[in-house]
């Protein structure tokens, strides 16, 4: 067998880390993976131990019966650690960014994967994936908190980034930007003046400290409030399954990746006027 792609990195995990892109997921792709005979699902890196791909694989199966989910990661100690926990339609196996898996899979997600590897190196290993999905298939690449309370991720097809989507716990994050420290390898550095991911958040925080008053309600009637007077300026998701007062109410907010995408894809940022100037 060829050597993975890719490089073992932390394994870092736990049980219900990954609840909130799990729930996005399922909303998101319950239709795309019953539109398939046996619809299979890659959970790459899935780390120290099995409990999220088999919680992946619960879900799914909630959704969509006929799903079967196999666990890659880089690392044989971990492979072997999961194995005994295979069962009919989830089973574990050695491998990289090259997913070798029997056919393309309809759906692959990949979480706190890429955020241990470079910028240019995440832009890479995204047309990796893409390139071995099948026809209409999805990828969910994102990173989270250590219990999963702050969110974000992407969705890709074959034709590259579709989606960016916010997600927390409304008692977790003080203002929006604070889920900057999450933002996907190819965000995370753009979060500076000049980059249209920081004009995003500096717009958020706006509408989020304009709604402050309805957070006598609680903060989801802010999140709300604020998410759909986003909508007015940013092509936020307004629609299910995305989108909409059914999504926001969660602590969600998903985007057109197009309005965030960096100025210079796998290129770092330039130094902004008044950073140069300094
Ligand atoms: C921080 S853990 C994430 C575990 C789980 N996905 C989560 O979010 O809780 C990252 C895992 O990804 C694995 N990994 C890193 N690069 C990989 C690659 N190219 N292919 C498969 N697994 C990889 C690492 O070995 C590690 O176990």
Excluded at 27 to 54: E, F, Q, W
Excluded at 119 to 140: D, K, N, Q, T
């Amino acid at each position: 067998m060829a050597k993975p792609v890719g490089e073992i990195t932390r394994g870092t995990t736990g049980h219900n880390r990954l609840r909130r892109v799990d729930r996005w997921i399922t909303a998101a792709c319950g239709r795309l993976l019953r539109s398939a005979d046996r619809p299979l699902v890659v959970d790459l890196g899935y780390g120290a131990s099995h409990i999220t791909t088999l919680e992946l694989f619960e879900r799914l199966r909630a959704v969509c019966p006929s799903v079967e989910v196999v666990g890659v990661e880089i690392d044989p100690a971990r492979v072997a650690a999961a194995r005994p926990y295979e069962r009919p339609g989830l089973s574990f196996r050695l491998g990289g960014f090259e997913l070798p898996v029997g056919r393309p899979p309809l759906l692959v997600r990949a979480f706190n994967v890429l955020r241990q590897y470079g910028e240019a190196e995440a832009w890479e290993h995204w047309a990796l994936l893409r390139s071995r999905i099948a026809p209409g298939g999805m990828i969910v690449e994102g990173t989270c908190s250590e219990v999963g309370h702050r969110a974000t991720w992407v969705g890709l097809d074959e034709h590259g980034p579709r989606t960016l989507t916010f997600a927390a716990r409304f008692d977790a994050f003080d203002r929006p930007s604070d889920l900057a420290e999450r933002l996907p390898k190819t965000l995370i550095h753009r979060n500076v003046p000049g980059e249209p991911v920081h004009a995003f958040l500096r717009d958020f925080d706006r509408a989020w400290a304009v709604n402050a008053a309805l957070g006598a309600h609680g903060a989801r009637q802010r999140w709300i409030a604020a998410a759909r007077m986003l909508a007015a300026a940013w092509p936020v998701a307004v629609r299910p399954p995305l989108g909409g007062e059914g999504r926001w109410r969660l602590g969600e907010l998903t985007l057109d990746w197009a309005a965030v995408a960096p100025r210079n894809p796998g290129r770092p940022p330039e130094p902004t006027a008044d950073v140069r100037d300094r």
